[in-house]
């Protein structure tokens, strides 16, 4: 009984493998133009590395786990980019212009274990674009990994969150080849080692907070803390104001009832 047991689970194993490869095979064909598509062990790769793509490739399969894009002239990543590869486990960026990354970039990616976004035009980015992957690999005890080097950093508030992670001994994000690029006073200081009070921003160059084109993308919680901080005073003086204005208002009432005369005073008050 035993043996005829194993033998129905081996022949119940190599047809779910059999069903597993079809459909694989099946996603490859769909493979999109000028990328190549394999089954790696049960794990659909796509690859369009070197292609001369300027933008994300469309129609990429959802059953995607690893996903190639570097060495190409891709300049954005937008909230749409990657809305469907919910299984992706692995996306390599590097080696591309990339200059905008999107908030909403990662956000459907619950199962990313790392992304390589090395050697591109990066300025800034938010904290926000890896909030998604970085909870769900903390809840599924999964190691998340993200490979910012070789970028020209600008080095101010914008990126503040960064360089307070890497201190604090964080081991998400890269900490090596992170490289201030402005302003000129921190260029070429490693990001590691720039004092965190020096990491400011001019008011007149706070970062917007949220831009409504779907392109857009935030910067981090450090330029909140910057508007905030110029709100606060700003509000203080106008209750102030607003304060000083009603008992002004107030005092002026009292008097012109205290000169009345008692006559009409009372009259007033019927």
């Keep these: 009984v035993r043996g005829k047991l194993l033998a129905t689970l081996m022949f119940v194993k190599e047809i779910f493998l059999l069903l597993l490869t079809a459909f694989i095979l099946t996603e490859a064909s769909k493979c999109p133009s000028k990328c190549s598509c394999s089954d790696s062990f049960g794990e659909l790769v796509v690859g369009c590395g070197g292609r001369g793509l300027t933008k994300i490739p469309e129609h990429i399969s959802s059953s995607v786990v690893w996903l190639d894009l570097k060495y190409n002239n891709i300049t954005k990543i937008t909230s749409k980019s990657f809305k469907d590869l919910t299984h992706v486990q692995g996306i390599n960026l590097s080696h591309n212009k990339i200059h905008r990354v999107s908030t909403d970039a990662l956000k459907h990616l619950k199962h990313l274990d790392n992304i390589d976004l090395s050697d591109n035009q990066l300025t800034t980015i938010s904290y926000d674009v890896f909030t998604v992957p970085i909870k769900s690999a903390v809840k599924e005890a999964r190691h998340f990994f993200v490979n910012l080097a070789l970028n020209p950093w600008s080095c101010d508030c914008n ?112």
């Excluded at 302003?183 to 831009?211: Q, W, Y």
């Excluded at 901080?229 to 304060?243: D, N, Y």
């Design 159 to 270: 990126l503040a969150w960064l360089a307070e992670l890497i201190k604090n001994g964080s081991h998400i994000f890269s900490n090596r080849l992170l490289e201030c690029n402005s302003p000129e006073a921190l260029k070429g200081l490693d990001v590691t080692d720039v004092k965190l009070d020096t990491l400011t921003c001019p008011a007149a160059s706070i970062a917007p907070l949220h831009e409504q084109d779907e392109n857009s993308y935030h910067y981090s919680p450090y330029s909140r803390t910057n508007l905030i901080a110029l709100c606060v005073p700003a509000l203080f003086i106008v209750a102030v104001a607003v304060f000083a204005a009603r008992k002004w208002i107030n005092r002026k009432v009292e008097t012109k009832y205290d000169r009345l005369p008692m006559s009409e005073s009372r009259e007033t008050l019927v």
